[in-house]
Nanobody
Framework: QVQLVESGGGLVQAGGSLRLSCVTNGGTSSRYAMGWFRQGPGKERREFVAAISRSGSSIGYVDSVKGRFTISRDNDKNTVDLQMNSLKPEDTAVYYC????????????????????WGRGTQVTVSS
């Protein structure tokens, strides 16, 4: 049974930084494309934030975080991280790590329906 566990959330002032980490337990993370999604207060759906392919060679971001967030992975440690800089109040959300079982090394998806496993989420709050 694959379990994803996020950590690193918290309260930060606007302009600050946080680093989220997600560890894959019960499986080998190199089998999965990995993604980060978020659900803001009062929002009904989770929003795609960033994703990375199995090999790490393909990466994608939602436009609103480009240039501020960086996704990375370490397949030896079964981890995927999201470095978040220049945080804004509108980044406030619960952030979820997700894993998609894919058979190609260079593919990732921005669609939540592509993901097979989800973590419980970690709260990020950015104060103005």
């Amino acid at each position: 049974q694959v379990q994803l566990v996020e950590s690193g959330g918290g309260l930060v002032q606007a302009g600050g930084s946080l680093r989220l980490s997600c560890v894959t337990n019960g499986g080998t993370s190199s089998r999965y494309a990995m993604g980060w999604f978020r659900q803001g207060p009062g929002k009904e759906r989770r929003e795609f934030v960033a994703a990375i392919s199995r090999s790490g060679s393909s990466i994608g971001y939602v436009d609103s975080v480009k240039g501020r967030f960086t996704i990375s992975r370490d397949n030896d440690k079964n981890t995927v991280d999201l470095q978040m800089n220049s945080l804004k109040p509108e980044d406030t959300a619960v952030y979820y790590c997700a894993a998609a079982l894919v058979y190609t090394y260079d593919h990732y998806s921005a669609s939540s329906s592509s993901y097979n496993y989800w973590g419980r989420g970690t709260q990020v709050t950015v104060s103005s």
